[in-house]
């Protein structure tokens, strides 16, 4: 298929249609509108719902009643609109229903700033909301990745019966790249745990996370965790960028993995050996490659535009082997090649 | 011998958990009821609130969800966009819908969102131990609220069926009580007909129902279902406040 030149969060939209979704729950808020206006032209024209709902929280919840029939719903919104959210998430959650969620991130805390940030990380990765559990989490790092990953979202939530986020930025929805859309699919359910009416010929299934026996709910949650053990297992991607021969590894996602990479070629020309580990799973975390990374390398350098999120994986990965370094911007600033570059050479142990 | 009373099909055989006198069960029976006589348990589904009635999605014999507190009516609407063909009722308490929820009730309401709402105002919370409700009478006493309800420092009670009527866009808006005969037959017609409005496509309908809670107001059932009559009606009026078949002849 021809390439076209999309904005990222308008890529977002039209590969969630592509893969089948027909249902859009989403709240205005910068940087990630886009997703909503877009889908507010397309889905009427294709029998699908696009509803502007009354919050964030109205929003999630519709999703979730859309996932409780066994179809393929999505919402969209920025960081304080995904703080909302979070109570929604662990119902998903806790009722293992396939679902996605995207945040297009922006400067926190609070009502921050409009400006592209990673500094949800933690909430993304680490559950976000309340109880036991997680959500698998997608970095796009091109608009090529955000339709790319907003396609393997939505499968991967199905398979595992999960909720899904796509972690993007300000710079990732904002900016235009030319993009191969996915083939369209048609979506057909087959999910006999759905509410979609016992038509008498079954008893009623009932969409529940409430388990008043504790046996219970620990089973339950412990059903679920070797739910997650199978994902971390099967499902972590990331991508290496010169690291077959590096001395100092750059982890990095999203747009200041982009950055890390222009750092690393002027590294290299300098006679520095920099490479990349670039998570594209944030949960699971490519913890494996990290750890076996810290076997040959100086060190690590965590580039990312928050106070220090990811570092904490990182360093867990890597069993404290070798000193990490963070370099990083807040705020809606974004660390330009030359403070990576930085951030190599004293690695390195030169001046800069 | 004939059968002249049985259980609905629409409820299952699992106790009810309510306690001794509470009218949960008469409104329970009566959603029951509807399901039956229009004849479409199979293409039902309910989502249940957080409060009393949160574990009716053991009781009511359809697909059942269980929806984050007050957050019922966006999940119906979730529900119902995804199967247009499907019936989606919530049944829900007073703080789930008037306090906690009432963000998503009016936005549902407003958008016409065509689904039936059954909700169950007992003028406290029960689930919790008989705390103050958005719907707890002035000077009532409750557990958060011990010298009585003071309108002066929380304000007054909120009138659902008389707000929701506000709005240009809900079809049908109902008050009915249970606590006599004649008025739960009364319950039983409207919410018959807020199922029948959804079957014919016409929108949102919404069935106050006003219920006894005797544990929590400290009354005996007899007792509270007198109180009823002398302090809930007086208070919340019963009758039709939204009809929008009569309004289109």
Redesign the interface.
């Known amino acids: 298929m021809a390439k076209v030149l999309m904005k990222g969060n308008e890529a977002i939209a039209e590969a969630a249609i592509r893969a089948g979704c027909r249902h859009y729950f989403g709240y205005p808020i910068t940087p990630q509108t886009e997703v909503a206006a877009y889908m507010s032209k397309r889905m009427p024209k294709i029998g699908g719902t696009f509803l502007q709902a009354e919050s964030e929280i109205s929003a999630v919840n519709m999703v979730y009643g859309v996932a409780s029939a066994g179809l393929r719903a999505m919402t969209s919104s920025s960081s304080p609109g995904v703080s909302l959210k979070q109570e929604g998430i662990s119902y998903l959650a806790g009722c293992d229903l396939p679902a996605l969620i995207v945040n297009v991130q922006r400067g926190g805390p609070g009502l921050g700033g409009i400006q592209p940030s990673q500094s949800d990380y933690f909430q993304a990765t680490k559950g976000g909301g309340h109880g036991d559990y997680h959500l698998i989490v997608l970095a796009p790092a091109s608009v090529q990745e955000m339709a790319d990953l907003t396609v393997k979202a939505f499968d991967l939530a199905d398979k595992y019966r999960m909720p899904a986020m796509l972690l993007a930025d300000g710079t990732m929805g904002q900016m235009m790249e030319p993009v191969e859309l996915p083939e369209p699919a048609e979506y057909k359910p087959d999910k006999p745990w759905t509410v979609t009416g016992t038509e008498n010929r079954r008893e009623h299934n009932i969409v529940n996370s409430l388990y008043l026996v504790p046996e219970q709910l620990e089973q339950k949650n412990l059903e679920r965790y070797e739910k997650y053990a199978s994902v971390e297992k099967n499902e972590v991607m990331y991508e290496e960028y010169m690291t077959d021969d590096a001395d100092i590894c750059v982890v990095a996602f999203g747009i200041a993995a982009r950055v890390s990479k222009n750092a690393i070629t002027e590294a290299r020309k300098r006679g520095i050996k920099a490479g990349l580990i670039r998570p594209i799973t944030l949960w699971p975390f490519p913890s494996g490659v990290i750890r076996k990374t810290a076997d040959k390398v100086k060190g690590f350098i965590s580039v990312e535009l928050s106070m220090g999120q990811m570092i904490e994986d990182i360093r867990l990965a890597e069993e404290c082997k070798k000193p990490v370094t963070l370099c990083s911007r807040v705020g809606g600033m974004i660390p330009s090649p030359e403070e990576v570059l930085n951030a190599i050479i004293k690695m390195e142990g030169g001046e800069n | 011998m004939a059968v002249v009373f049985k259980k609905p099909e629409a409820l299952?055989d699992a106790p009810l958990h309510y306690c001794p006198g509470c009218t949960h069960g008469i409104i329970h029976r009566l959603v029951a009821e509807a399901i039956d006589d229009l004849g479409i348990?199979?293409?039902?589904?309910g989502?249940a609130p957080v409060g009393c009635a949160?574990?009716s999605?053991?009781y009511?014999?359809?697909?059942?969800?269980?929806?984050?507190h007050g957050?019922a009516p966006?999940?119906?609407?979730?529900?119902?966009?995804?199967?247009p063909d499907?019936i989606i009722f919530t049944y829900q308490g007073d703080g789930d819908l008037a306090s906690i929820g009432m963000?998503?009730t009016?936005?549902a309401a407003t958008r016409n969102e065509n689904i039936t709402v059954i909700f169950v105002n007992n003028a406290i919370y029960g689930m919790t131990g008989g705390q103050m409700a958005p719907t707890s009478l002035p000077g009532q006493v409750t557990q958060t609220s011990p010298y009585g309800r003071d309108v002066k420092t929380v304000g007054y009670p909120i009138k659902v069926c008389e707000l929701l009527s506000a709005l240009d866009a809900p079809y049908y808006i109902e008050r009915v009580a249970v606590n006599n005969v004649k008025n739960v037959l009364a319950a039983k017609k409207a919410i018959n007909r807020a199922f029948r409005n959804q079957i014919e496509g016409k929108g949102f309908s919404l069935i106050e129902v006003i219920s006894s809670c005797p544990t929590n107001w400290g009354m005996t059932p007899d007792n509270a279902l007198k109180w009823i009559d002398t302090d809930m009606i007086p208070y919340y009026p019963l009758g039709v406040y939204r009809d929008k078949s009569k309004e289109a002849e």
């Open positions: 299952t348990l199979g293409r039902t589904v989502v949160v574990m999605y053991d009511f014999s359809c697909d059942m969800v269980e929806a984050a957050r966006a999940v119906a609407t979730g529900l119902k966009r995804a199967m499907r963000a998503e009016v936005h």
